[in-house]
Structure formats: structure tokens, C-alpha cells
């Protein structure tokens, strides 16, 4: 049999230098444990949201705003019905356009009725996902530079690789090497993937706290009529995440894509006062 049928046959080993992707490494430290992790930090979140704010539930409504966008408002308190969908969409009652903030107050009154309890329950419900939406989209974004820092310089490793193959047969024993190390480094690379998400959660973790219990955030989350806030940040907190994603799944070409999450006709900005 021939050199060139031995080459060809299935099970004969890679040659050096070839396209072929190598074997992919083990990855540390484990992923099930960083996913544990998270599991962890956002049920803590969670918790310490739902008991901070959990005296709201004895709240009653106000005079302020609360009678003319629920208890004297014909439109909402009737709850979900066509009629009131149009309206929500085509009016400016109370110098708003907020649809989709009048159809999440219909939709409380269709299935809570005017038991005040509910509709501050609501609030604090979206209070505490935006809270963890903006917790999951720090950690996605700031691991992301790591593992793009290692990533560059993987590539640029490969570079000096090719540029050694290229000084001919006397160096091909140091272009082994040097292959090996660029190797080492897309390696680093993959590992850094994880790693990079290990240092992001704890930062992230503390700014999402800060997020959620914050003074400032009392007001909306206990106020049934600023409906409109939390409800508007938890749409745009929800796009940032989206767009992130798409902007990963691009590479090597640039895009004009860009961020509906406050612009007009956006879910927020139908949220939100405008």
C-alpha cells in the first residue's frame, strides 16, 4: 500500500499543521458550579427584594393619581375588554400615553378586582425580575471583555505561529513549540469563558442589590400609579439583554443595529409616559 493510501485511510492520525480542530480542553473551574452559583445569588436577590418591600401588601390605594388612573377610572377598573384596549391605545387621558401600562392596570382588575394588595404585588413583581434582569445582563456583559481580551491575544499567538512556519525547514521544531503555545492560549481562551463569568458575579451581584434596594426605588414600587415605571424598566432592561445577545452572535463585521428599548413604538416607551 501506498504513503498517500496510508494517509487517506480514516483512522490515520492528524497530521501536524493541519485544519483540524484539536481536542477541546477540559474546562475549569466546573460550569455546573458556576451555574449553581447564580442559582444561588439570584434566589438571594429574590428573597431580599420580596422582604424588603414586603409591607407594601398592606399598602392601600391613594388619593394621589391611584383614583383617576384605577378606582375612578371607568376604562380600567371594568377591566380587559376591547372597548377599554382601544381606548388605552388612542387616548391621552391624564396627559399620558402609557397603553401598555392602562392594559397591566385592566389586567389587575379583571383577575384582582380593587383589593389593593394585588396591584402593589405587581409592582413589586416586576420590581424584583428587573432586578434580576439587570443582574444576568451585568454578568453577561462584563465577562464578555475578558473573554475577548484572551481571545485577541490567542489570535495574535497564531499570527506569530504562521510567521515562524513561514522561516522555513530549520525552524520547524520551534514552530511546533511556538504552535503548542497558541494551543495554550485558545485554551486559555475557552477556560477564560467560565473564568471570566466566576469574577463577574460577585460585582454584578452587589450592583443589582444596590439596584433593588434602594431608596429611590420605593416610590415606584409602592405607589400603584407608578405602574408606568416599573413596568417600562423592566422592558428596557429585558431589550438591553437581547441586544447583548445579538451583538455576540456578531463577529468580525459591524452592524447598525441599535437599541429600541426607549425609542418610539418600543414596549418601554409604551410603558412609560410619553
Request: charged share 20%.
Amino acid at each position: 500500500m501506498s504513503r498517500a493510501n496510508k494517509t487517506d485511510r480514516p483512522d490515520a492520525p492528524t497530521p501536524p499543521g493541519s485544519d483540524a480542530p484539536p481536542p477541546r480542553a477540559h474546562l475549569t473551574p466546573d460550569t455546573r458550579h458556576l451555574t449553581l452559583l447564580l442559582l444561588t445569588l439570584s434566589t438571594l436577590l429574590t428573597l431580599a427584594t420580596l422582604l424588603a418591600y414586603w409591607p407594601v401588601f398592606h399598602n392601600e390605594f391613594i388619593k394621589l393619581d391611584d383614583a383617576k388612573y384605577l378606582t375612578e377610572n371607568p376604562h380600567v377598573f371594568t377591566g380587559l375588554t376591547w372597548e377599554n384596549i382601544k381606548w388605552a391605545f388612542t387616548s391621552f387621558y391624564a396627559a399620558n400615553w402609557h397603553p401598555l401600562t392602562w392594559i397591566s392596570h385592566m389586567a389587575d382588575c379583571q383577575f384582582f378586582g380593587l383589593r389593593p394588595a394585588w396591584h402593589h404585588g405587581v409592582n413589586l413583581l416586576l420590581h424584583t425580575a428587573s432586578s434580576l434582569l439587570l443582574f444576568f445582563f451585568l454578568v453577561r456583559t462584563t465577562a464578555g471583555e475578558r473573554r475577548q481580551r484572551t481571545e485577541d491575544r490567542g489570535q495574535r499567538t497564531e499570527d506569530r505561529r504562521q510567521r515562524t512556519e513561514d522561516r522555513g525547514q530549520r525552524t520547524e521544531d520551534r514552530g511546533q513549540r511556538t504552535e503548542d503555545r497558541g494551543q495554550g492560549t485558545e485554551d486559555r481562551g475557552q477556560w477564560s469563558v467560565v473564568s471570566g463569568q466566576w469574577s463577574a458575579l460577585w460585582p454584578s451581584f452587589f450592583v443589582a442589590a444596590l439596584f433593588a434596594l434602594h431608596p429611590l426605588h420605593v416610590e415606584s414600587v409602592a405607589w400603584v400609579a407608578e405602574r408606568k415605571d416599573v413596568l417600562s424598566t423592566f422592558f428596557f432592561l429585558l431589550t438591553l439583554i437581547v441586544y447583548s445577545k445579538y451583538v455576540a452572535g456578531v463577529e468580525g463585521r459591524e452592524s447598525g443595529f441599535r437599541v429600541q428599548g426607549s425609542g418610539s413604538g418600543s414596549p418601554s416607551s409604551s410603558a412609560k409616559a410619553t
